[in-house]
């Protein structure tokens, strides 16, 4: 039980939490240096710079989000330690989830620039 414990907050908890911790401060840094650089831009390429950007957040975004629903349950049982069973497998599509959320955003975003153009 203890050992367990163990694996799942050093091996699982801290790389998710500090993956999406380091995803934040890029984010952050990133919009500043777009920010900086957008004074000399047409409105058609800030507008173009800003849907981008926003691509790039929702892509890295999402998985997190898919994923946190399977990572929160499995830690849930193992904290508690639940029997999932079959259920287990059920998790695994979710991670199928993320490739088809990230192909869905850039058809979004193409779709998106195609019209403007």
Not at 44 to 65: D, E, H, Y
């Amino acid at each position: 039980g203890r050992s367990l414990m163990s694996i799942v907050v050093v091996y699982s908890s801290l790389p998710f939490i500090s993956s999406y911790l380091i995803f934040t401060i890029l984010v952050v840094l990133i919009r500043k240096r777009l920010s900086s650089f957008g004074h000399g831009f047409s409105g058609r390429t800030l507008k173009m710079q800003r849907s981008f950007f926003i691509m790039q957040i929702l892509q890295g975004f999402l998985p997190f989000a898919i994923l946190s629903t399977p990572y929160t349950i499995f830690i849930i049982g193992t904290v508690l330690q639940f029997n999932l069973g079959l259920f287990s497998l059920l998790l695994t599509f979710f991670i199928w989830l993320c490739p088809i959320a990230q192909a869905s955003v850039q058809l979004r975003f193409l779709f998106q620039s195609s019209s403007h153009s």
